[in-house]
């Protein structure tokens, strides 16, 4: 039976990306040896590199426009260390939109004074703050862009008089956005490009390079860049895997082709929260995330019903972060549209069963 994967995380692959990396891991392209077992300093694996470099720079719209792209690892937990490090002098702004947010600004408080500019801390982290003002003489402006847990996404960016760090972790090439606003985007892989193991990083080169504390190698956004994403080995499988992502998603048409799909999977999902009288949307209705939906039982008494009939009709991954339950459907880029369609004909039946 078809099991139809809504996991926040490590999340969905497209089945061609899966089946290439599965007999990379045997044998890489007939040179007798696989993938996990070549240097990474040979040519094979530096071409992958650079090839996966070279798609993230291309699928964003950003080549020759002063940007470099990097994988590295530690995930975007360590991202939000490595951007206080790096650009973090005096003081930074931070918008707090949910648990991301949070422990982004717990781990730039380490090294100087951080201002929340706005949070929808108040509400449970149901809705985007807005109208909010960005302080013109610090040194950077922090967002996340989509918040898994409690299905919010950013619609409208703000035009920052400041260097603008997003967190992309989990919309990163879903939706067409001009990334020029971005000064320094960074993104874990495993929810919307790759399996777990690597970080993307794109950063204008121009912004690195004028804080005074000493940064340790590994940390520093320009070392990475002058050791093109190689200081240390980096983690192969991983980046291999993405950059064969990036090629599915190009081959498909770029950003631009996904985001009609990804539009459309959010409009069937909504649509029937909204319509069903048995399910209640927690994301206010403007601020809704196209990657993450997030809902629940009006009545608690249908949850042992409503979750055997998802077992039976091979539905995964449904359940909501522990930390506010509920459900929350994962629709990152490889999740099919009739995966979106088995759900909602699971919660349409429901209602007529209740």
């Known amino acids: 039976m078809k099991i139809h994967n809504f996991s926040a995380g490590p999340s969905i692959l497209p089945q061609e990306v899966l089946k290439k990396a599965s007999e990379a891991a045997i044998e890489y392209n007939g040179i007798g040896l696989s993938l996990l077992e070549i240097s990474h300093r040979s040519k094979h694996f530096v071409d992958i590199m650079e090839n996966a470099r070279a798609l993230a720079l291309e699928l964003l719209g950003l080549e020759g426009k002063g940007y470099k792209a990097l994988f590295l690892q530690?995930?975007?937990?360590?991202?939000?260390?490595?951007?206080?490090?790096?650009?973090?002098?005096?003081?930074?702004?931070?918008?707090?939109?949910?648990?991301?947010?949070?422990?982004?600004?717990?781990?730039?408080?380490?090294?100087?004074?951080?201002?929340?500019?706005?949070?929808s801390k108040d509400a449970g982290y149901n809705y985007i703050p807005k109208g909010y003002e960005i302080p013109e003489n610090y040194d950077y402006f922090h967002c996340t862009s989509n918040n898994t847990i409690f299905g919010t996404q950013i619609k409208q960016f703000p035009n920052s008089p400041i260097p603008m760090v997003c967190d992309m972790s989990s919309d990163i090439f879903s939706r067409q956005l001009d990334f020029t606003k971005f000064d320094l985007i960074y993104a874990g892989a495993q929810k919307n490009m790759g399996p777990a193991g690597t970080t993307l990083v794109v950063v204008k080169e121009d912004i690195l390079g004028k804080v005074s504390r000493k940064i340790p190698s590994i940390m520093d956004y320009q070392v990475q860049i002058s050791k093109s994403s190689m200081f240390n080995t980096p983690p192969v499988f991983a980046v291999y895997t993405s950059m064969l992502t990036l090629e599915w998603l190009k081959n498909l048409g770029g950003i631009k082709a996904i985001e009609e799909v990804n539009e459309m999977k959010a409009r069937v999902i909504y649509s029937e929260i909204d319509l069903n009288p048995l399910f209640k949307g927690y994301a206010v209705k403007e601020d809704r995330s196209y990657m993450n939906a997030t809902f629940n039982l009006v009545n608690d008494d249908l949850k042992e019903t409503f979750e055997t009939m998802l077992k039976e009709a091979g539905i995964s991954g449904l359940n909501g972060h522990r930390s506010v339950g509920g459900y929350r459907a994962s629709m990152y880029n490889a999740m099919p549209l009739d995966s979106v369609k088995a759900l909602v004909e699971v919660m349409s039946e429901l209602e007529t069963k209740a």
């Open 74 to 119: 530690g995930g975007a937990s360590t991202q939000f260390i490595m951007v206080a490090l790096n650009l973090l002098e005096k003081r930074a702004g931070y918008l707090n939109t949910g648990t991301w947010s949070e422990k982004a600004i717990k781990e730039a408080k380490i090294y100087d004074d951080i201002y929340e500019v706005a949070s």
